[in-house]
């Protein structure tokens, strides 16, 4: 027996990092997996990885057409949409605040907030139809940056904030129609994940990132992809969590206890 035994789900920006993790384990688990990816490449290798167990579709978040199509694709080839995953986002790189200009903020929030809250916005309301109609869940992929400052800039950490009103808000308005609406919060994770049009930055290029976030969390390593999917699985389930809503699953070493390091157990 696997745990999204009869599931469909669909899952923005999954052809990559922690989205494409999703995926893996969703199909794992028995699901079948709508995916909004952004490239011919990505919908290739997921084809190429699952068969008919994925559907991929071109696209982008940002546009109400594009999140239109997943869902319609899913609902043509699977029947229902039983979980939504808005995951796809992008990240500034903890460019200080001072070093965008002031004529340029206005074009640097809109290019980040349109994919990493304006996405998610359009993902649910697309999908909000066939949520009601199958009592589903939606599962945010929220950050550390959700709660702490010093993981990102100003726009990365106030876009990642922001969800976590979205997710207590929708949670809110739509317990009525019995759709949970819940997140999980990775902290560092080895991931190519990029920046804004023009930046070609990847997070697992950046030198030193594996050495500060061990350094930084209790646990002390970088993350996988895989090691938050779990948890996914868990809030996607109405048999795990019929009664969470408006909760967000941290899973990211612990950094709300980190401080100065404990002494390690004395080995024998
Ligand atoms: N990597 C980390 O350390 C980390 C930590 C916490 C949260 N997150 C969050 O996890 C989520 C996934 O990021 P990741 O780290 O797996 O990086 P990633 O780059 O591997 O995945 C992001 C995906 O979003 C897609 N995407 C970006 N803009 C898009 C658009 N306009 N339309 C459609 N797809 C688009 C990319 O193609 C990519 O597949 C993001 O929301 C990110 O903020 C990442």
């Known amino acids: 027996m696997t745990r999204l035994d009869g599931y469909s789900a669909l899952v923005t920006g999954g052809g990559k990092g922690i989205g494409r993790a999703v995926v893996d384990r969703f199909v794992a688990e028995g699901a079948r997996v709508g995916v909004l990816v952004r ?3 990505d919908a290739a290798e997921l084809t190429a990885a699952h068969g008919d167990a994925v559907a991929p579709v071109v696209g982008d978040v940002r546009n109400w057409a594009d999140n239109q199509a997943a869902v319609a694709e899913v609902l043509a080839r699977f029947g229902t949409l039983d979980v939504l995953v808005p995951n796809a986002g992008v990240y500034d790189f903890s460019d200080p605040f001072e070093s965008i200009a002031g004529e340029d903020m206005a074009d640097r929030y809109r290019q980040l907030f349109d994919v990493n809250v304006l ?3 359009l993902a649910v309301r697309a999908a909000l139809d066939a949520l009601r109609a199958s009592k589903g869940a939606v599962v945010f992929t929220l950050s550390s940056s959700s709660f702490y400052s010093g993981g990102g800039g100003a726009l990365y950490v106030s876009s990642k904030h922001a969800l976590v009103g979205t997710v207590k808000q929708l949670a809110y308005e739509l317990a009525p129609d019995d759709i949970r609406v819940n997140a999980v919060a990775p902290g560092g994770t080895r991931t190519g994940l990029g920046g804004l049009p023009g930046d070609n930055r990847a997070l697992d290029a950046v030198s030193g990132f594996e050495e500060m976030v061990a350094r930084n969390v209790p646990l002390g390593f970088l993350s996988e992809p895989e090691d938050h999917a779990s948890l996914y699985v868990t809030l996607a389930s109405r048999e795990e969590s019929r009664f969470v809503t408006a909760e967000i699953i941290r899973s990211d070493g612990g950094i709300e206890v ?7 157990k004395e080995t024998s």
């Open 39 to 41: 490239s011919e490449g």
């Open 119 to 121: 996405g998610y916005l």
């Open 258 to 264: 980190r401080g100065k390091r404990r002494k390690a």
